[in-house]
């Protein structure tokens, strides 16, 4: 690949203290910890060395995403379709304690009561995919959000259902790239720290 080749990068907020003992964080606005600071800077730095053409960078409205941004040195726009998945009554609960009463459940085989469905998540991916390709003639293009809806924007890249995206880690600050070999949408890298 040169780095003339189009390219989308997907960058997940630094930690946070509810990402850190596992709570499902949709809508609450957590911040990042001193950890999570790091970690946003040093995103910063693989984002910068992959020598990006005039970046558009588009993040998240949580503060989190906007504050991985800032300290990761990219000038985002907001965007209200990067916010991460919505888990209706299990916002602020951790898979342990959903289990009590769900057996098994993940986000990527069982509902969230309240919360987004796997078509409304498939769709969102598909019209933040679909608007990032479109700047690609002239631009990459650099998506600052969440733990889950990255990883749903990873498996709708590669073609795949949203169930798929249990298939795909993203650790906290981490970057993956998605781009193309000979016409063809494929993950570059992934889940780089």
Known sequence: MTTSDPRIVLLRHGET???????????????LTAEGEAQARLAGDRVAALGLRDPLVLASTRQRALRT?????????????????????????????????VPRWTVWTHPCPGGETFDEAALRADTVLAVALSRLDDRDVVLVGHGHFSRVLLARWAGLPVSAGARFGMSAGAVSVLGFEHDVQQVVSHNLT
């Not at 850190?20 to 609450?28: D, E, N, Q, V």
């Open 17 to 31: 203290e509810w990402s850190r003992t596992g709570r499902h964080t949709g809508r609450t606005d957590v911040p």
């Open 69 to 101: 941004a800032e300290l990761a040195g990219l000038a985002a726009e907001v965007w209200d379709a990067l916010v991460e998945w919505d888990y209706g009554t299990y916002e602020g609960l951790t898979t342990p304690q959903i289990r009590v009463e």
